[in-house]
Every structure is written in C-alpha cells, then in structure tokens.
C-alpha cells in the first residue's frame, strides 16, 4: 500500500518505519525535509520517502496522523483535498491540563478531526497505548496478541487499518463506529495517568479474552 505520515516523530516515525519493513511504500509528508523529525526517522530508515504534504497525501491510499492534537488544523489544512475519501488514521489525542481530556469530553478528538477534512474517513487507532509500544510490540510469553482497538464510520477504510494492525502484530479490535472515540482517548488517559503518573511500566498494553 502506499501510505503517508503526516507527523513522524515518537508515533509516526517507528510506525513508518515497521509498515516500509513490512513492504509498504511510506512517505513522510514534511514541510520541511530538512527538519529534525524528518532526520531521525531517516536515521531509522532510510527507506522512507519524503515529499512535499500535498505530493505524499496525494499519492497515499492510507494517510496517518500523527502530529500534537492542537496542531491537526494547521496540518490538516493544506491537504484537505487529497485526503477526500482516503483512510485517515487518527492516532493523535487531545490532552488538557491536568491530563485530562482537552476538549473537555464534550466532542472526541476524531470527531474534531473529522470536522476539519470532511470527505476522508477517519479511523482512530494506534492512540491507547504509549509509543514504546510501536517501537515494539512483540509480548513473549503469551498466546493471544495485544489489542488495538480502533474505531471508526467508513466499513472499507476500518477493514484496511485492520489489516495494517495486524500486520503490525496486533489483534484489531474494531470497537464500533467514531462516536467511539471519546472512550478510546479515555482509555488513553488511563494508559497515561498509570504509566505516566503512576509509574507503571510503559510496556503494559491490553489483550482480549474471550469465551
Ligand atoms: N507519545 C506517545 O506515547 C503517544 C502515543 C499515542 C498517541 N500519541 C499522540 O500522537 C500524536 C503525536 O505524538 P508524538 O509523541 O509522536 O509527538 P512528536 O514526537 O512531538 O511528533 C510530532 C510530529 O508532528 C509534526 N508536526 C508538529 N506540528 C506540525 C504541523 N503544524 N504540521 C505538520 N506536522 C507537524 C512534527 O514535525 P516537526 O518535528 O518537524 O515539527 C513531528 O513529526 C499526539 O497527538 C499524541 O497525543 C502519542
């Protein structure tokens, strides 16, 4: 597939860098390909393309979103066009003061961003856990995967980010439709105050049981 990273830092870059080993074509959609960002994930791969916003979401079939929650406008902006009808994985979260939820739970992150690029079919996913978990997500020891649950509206966007979280090493656990969302960027504050505030370790993830 071809896929774009719009923000490639400690989420994009080692995501990038799995999806280019996996056999993806992966571009890095930067402003600047000068930037620091863009170094380091060249630094890890330097597979990875790099092209002009505009050029990299434009080719893409599959386009993350990776950058700071209150920057998603001023990044969305310029590629609102070539995003209509693509897959937009979401993997950014709102986070306010006193880590708690920025938009204060009022609207999800995802709904926002669905807000700002109407015509793409956003998919959260890859936001409930710590980066270190994208760096690596092999758990030794276990007979079931970690999930990653992940939701969204457009049934063929969710099918290929599906098939992406697997191909990652994750069981894709599709939670329902984007109205989802809200409780998944909960969940991540969960994740958040155990590890980040809590001192849990960084690499605790979920799996689901059934019966
Ligand atoms: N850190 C985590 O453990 C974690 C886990 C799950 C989800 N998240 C969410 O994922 C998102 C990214 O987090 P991160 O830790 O990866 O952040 P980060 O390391 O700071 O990386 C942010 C990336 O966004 C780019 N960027 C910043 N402003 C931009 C703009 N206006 N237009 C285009 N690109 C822009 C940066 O590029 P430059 O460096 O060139 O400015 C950089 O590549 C956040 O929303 C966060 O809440 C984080």
Request: a neutral charge.
């Amino acid at each position: 597939m071809k896929i774009a990273f719009v923000g490639h830092g400690n989420v994009g870059a080692p995501l990038a860098d799995h999806l280019q080993r996996l056999g993806h074509r992966v571009t890095l959609a930067a402003k600047d390909a000068g930037s620091p960002s863009v170094k380091k994930a060249l630094a890890r791969n330097a597979n990875l393309k790099v092209e002009a916003p505009r050029e990299a979401v434009g080719a893409a079939e599959i386009v993350f979103l990776a950058t700071p929650f209150q920057a998603n406008e001023e990044a969305l902006k310029g590629v609102a066009e070539e995003l209509a009808g693509k897959a937009l994985v979401d993997c950014t979260n709102p986070v306010g003061p006193g880590l708690r939820h920025g938009l204060e739970s009022v609207q999800s992150g995802s709904e926002r961003v669905q807000s700002l690029v109407p015509a793409a079919r956003v998919v959260k996913a890859f936001s409930i856990y710590g980066f270190e978990n994208f760096e690596n997500s092999l758990y030794p020891g276990y007979d079931v995967k970690p999930a990653m649950m992940f939701c969204g509206n457009d049934a063929a966007a969710k099918k290929a980010v599906g098939e992406l979280i697997a191909q990652l090493g994750w069981e894709p656990l599709d939670v329902g439709g984007l109205e989802q969302a809200l409780h998944l960027e909960h969940m991540t504050l969960l994740w958040v105050r155990m590890v980040r505030m809590g001192g849990s370790s960084p690499h605790v993830v979920w799996a689901a049981l059934r019966r």
